[in-house]
């Protein structure tokens, strides 16, 4: 296990150097860096955090623990993220990345999703997974194209700024996988969620005839989402 964290560990700094800053989501930083204030009252909105002062800041406003840890992965779902970015590494504040820890149990599903502001490099550390994405809008007669492919420990996959792409256990274990986004907070969109379970909740008349089904379907789902979420 050790060995493969530190293969883990290699394999995101690698990506890390060789991500071109022309090519970063979020704009280059103007100074050696720009901690974040988690200051929930400031007056002053900014793109992304305000500053903290640089005579204040610590190493440790750089440093975060506890991706060694399994994720409780005990929910409808069988997956759980935890996500490091910004909001509680506020180092990464004007830096441009992020990453999260994704656990799987057996047959668990990270949803259909997208990340509005960053593209994904996914590296699977145990298991193995069932991944795709699929593309934006084509021209008229043609369908959305899905991209999918099997990782095994080791393997590696992108996952475009935008598109919405998913994970799902096929092993016969738990899985493992680690993901680098190239934003400080590149969001997070979950298909389902959003469509079925928005508050105030999308009009039945719009939903039923978007997924041409019977208002009595989308009446149903938007109940079990509003359940779930309360």
Not at 41 to 63: H, I, Q, R, S
Not at 70 to 99: C, F
Not at 129 to 148: A, D, H, R, W
């Amino acid at each position: 296990m050790a060995l493969a964290l530190k293969f883990l560990v290699i394999t995101i700094a690698i990506l890390a150097l060789a991500s071109s800053p022309s090519t970063a989501s979020d704009p280059s930083p103007l100074q050696d860096f720009c901690v974040a204030v988690n200051d929930t009252k400031t007056t002053v909105f900014v793109n992304g955090k305000v500053c903290k002062d640089p005579k204040l800041v610590t190493a440790d406003d750089f440093f975060r623990s506890g991706l060694n840890k399994l994720g409780n992965t005990s929910n409808q779902l069988g997956s759980i993220v935890t996500a490091v970015n910004v909001n509680n590494l506020p180092g990464l504040n004007t830096l441009g990345i992020s990453l999260a820890r994704i656990d799987f149990a057996r047959r668990g599903l990270n949803p259909p999703h997208t990340h509005p502001r960053g593209t994904e490099v996914l590296v699977v550390l145990k298991g193995r997974l069932y991944v795709g994405f699929v593309l934006s809008n084509p021209g008229p007669n043609m369908k959305n194209k899905l991209f999918t492919k099997i990782l095994n420990s080791g393997d590696v996959f992108v996952f475009p700024e935008g598109l919405i792409h998913f994970q799902l256990n096929v092993g016969k274990t738990n899985a493992i996988a680690f993901a680098g986004l190239s934003s400080q907070n590149a969001g997070v969109i979950t298909v389902a969620n959003a469509v079925f379970g928005s508050d105030p909740p999308i009009n039945d008349d719009v939903l039923a005839k978007a997924f041409q089904v019977d208002k009595k379907v989308i009446d149903d789902l938007q109940e079990q989402f509003w359940w779930d979420n309360n």
